[in-house]
């Protein structure tokens, strides 16, 4: 069980954002149950300090001063095809324009900067494990943009492969998950309702993450390009 | 548990990190109230003179620069035109005052602006005498004085060199040229008399005054409809600061004094971000429309129960909505109430800060879920006097053929799911 781990494991995190009082409220909130190796303002430190320390989670703030925190993602992939670290989008709120971009680029989820201690603990082990974290408002988005079962224009995609449309939709059993974890439900909390292992409702998270990041779904661009984002 | 009161302070920051997105407003005000407030600004299609390469009033250049076509083309049919009737002339004449003046930086005088100056003299001239053969030999000189003013003084920045002092001379000799020349005319005749040397002559002043005070004039309406946008700028800084001080600097001071009570702190953070993103986005959001569009939609009408409660009980509910259908009035009211009336319960009896709101809705249902992590309770043990549930919820939902399930034990909270059918 995760919350054996959550105990003994002290994952080694950075935290990235610019506002000092912010990193240090975060450090005081999860220094007793996490090693804090660096924390960085902006992106290019953020950079440098990611390649020198390849922390197991980066925290990383959605708007940095010269630049999206996704750009932090994208700088350390151009240096490296081996950095073991996994990103924790941190946003101020959850409006998914925020987010979105950040788990594009290839964040494992995020939360939001009020979230309490307890929580974030629990979301940094989730993604150290390669875990995916949806609020309530990013698992609300996929169910809006993810249709459940091949539509009418889905099967009209000339030429594509299964595996391609596969990456468009979510099974029932994904879009259960999402449901619940829309209505507040945790991972332990959702297996105990569908009479399923917390593990497999984490591979079925972690299944809806992917799709998120590969899909190219029109609703995904539409939706960025309604909120001006990229 | 790390629930300490240190943690509970980054609420604060979290409203100090609504910075980019205020600055991002803050720009777009000042963006709208620019195009707002300066029709001088040139639109796609609007006739302008141009700013570089002109030698009178850019109207060659410009209309050039339309066609696809040299200057210097433009400028020689303008000429022949002049010279055929004089149409080329009122044409220049009126495509420059209808035309805005996009700079407003004085042109600096050249050999160019002079012989342009002798050239117009020579156009008016030559207009006049084919427009009137009849007048007689006499007159060549007056008139030639009365078109030099007239070109002389012609000159798109003479407000600007008026309001700097520099041009009163150049205006001044352009005046007295205007109406010596007038004078010289009416006494060359002799006979004032005749009627039409004296039309002549008003026309020729009223011509010759218009051309002299239009440029000025458009420059100061100009001038004015920059102070406007300034005026308007200031108003909207000022509207800004005032409701920044209004609401985010009086939580601020309220929280430094009650920084020892985290609860209280974090709860009038958050509702201070809430009201700030609400005026930051949704006043935006009205001005596109956007906003009205779908009012009386489950969508808009749970947001607004949402942030009641949340006003009314220091407490988040955390709103999740998920697809697009319309309700009937009846269920939607229906709902609506029993939603309210869930969320209330929990904020008031969970004795818990945080609350989950998820509905959805698709071509055959509305549903709605309203859950809590507070303290719970037995709903068999509910007293048969608290009729608040079964009439609030139950009821409600029953009424329009729905159905409600409430489950709650004391470790997890209560959950209600109430749903109808469109």
Known sequence: MTGDQNEKHRWRVVIVDDHALFRQGIAAGIGSRMEIVGEADDVAPAIELIMAEAPDVVLLDVHLPSGLGGEVIAGVAARTDTSPSRYLGLSVSDAPEDVLGLVRAGARGYVVKRIDATELVDAICQVAEGNAVFSPKLAGFVLDAFAAEPSASAGAYEGESDEQSDIDLLTPREREVMQHLARGYTYKEIGLELHISARTVETHASAVLRKLQLSNRHELTHWAARHRIV | ?422
């Open chain 2, 1 to 422: 548990m790390c629930s300490s009161s240190g943690w509970r302070e980054t609420v604060v920051v979290s409203v100090a990190e609504a910075e980019p997105p205020l600055r991002k407003r803050l720009l777009k005000l000042a963006e709208q109230a620019g195009k707002r407030g300066n029709p001088s600004r040139p639109k796609p299609g609007q006739a302008t003179t141009s700013t570089s390469g002109r030698i009178v009033g850019g109207v060659a250049g410009l209309l050039a620069a339309r066609l696809g076509a040299s200057p210097l083309v433009v400028r020689v049919a303008f000429a022949i035109l002049g010279l055929a009737g004089g149409v080329g002339v009122v044409l220049y004449l009126g495509l420059w005052l209808v035309g805005p003046d996009p700079s407003r930086t004085p042109r600096p005088r050249t050999l160019r602006h002079d012989l342009g100056v002798v050239a117009a003299t020579a156009s008016i001239l030559a207009t006049t005498f084919i427009l009137m053969p009849t007048v007689p030999a006499a007159l060549i000189g007056p008139m030639g004085f009365v078109a030099f003013a007239l070109a002389f003084s012609a000159g798109p920045e003479i407000g600007a060199d008026l309001i700097s002092g520099r041009a009163f001379g150049r205006i001044v000799v352009g005046l007295v040229l205007m109406f010596g020349g007038l004078f010289a005319g009416v006494a060359a005749l002799g006979d004032i008399g005749q009627i039409w040397v004296i039309s002549a002559a008003i026309a020729a002043v009223t011509v010759g005054g218009g051309v002299v005070l239009a440029p000025w004039l458009r420059q100061l309406i100009d001038g004015a409809s920059l102070d406007r946008v300034e005026r308007i700028r200031a108003e909207e800084r000022s509207d800004i600061a005032a409701h920044l001080h209004d609401s985010v600097l009086q939580t601020l001071t309220l929280i430094q004094n009650r920084s020892d009570e985290s609860h209280v702190v974090s709860s009038i953070a958050y509702q201070q971000e809430r009201e700030l993103r609400r005026w930051l986005y949704e006043q935006s959001g009205s001005e596109d429309g956007t906003q009205s569009e779908d009012s009386g939609s489950l969508r808009t009408e749970l947001t607004r129960v949402a942030s009641a409660v949340e006003d009314d009980y220091l407490v988040v509910v955390d709103l999740v909505f998920v697809g697009e259908a319309q309700l009937s009035l009846v269920a939607l009211n229906a709902l609506i109430g029993a939603v309210r009336e869930a969320l209330i319960n929990a904020a008031k009896f969970a004795e818990t800060d945080t609350i989950s709101l998820y509905a959805e809705i698709d071509d055959e249902r509305a549903l709605a879920f309203v859950r809590d992590r507070g303290v719970g309770f037995d709903p068999d043990a509910v007293p048969d006097d608290r009729r608040g549930i079964a009439d609030s919820i139950v009821d409600r939902i029953e009424r329009v053929g729905g159905t409600t399930r409430i489950r709650s034990t004391p470790a997890t909270g209560t959950e209600v799911r109430m749903e109808v059918p469109l």
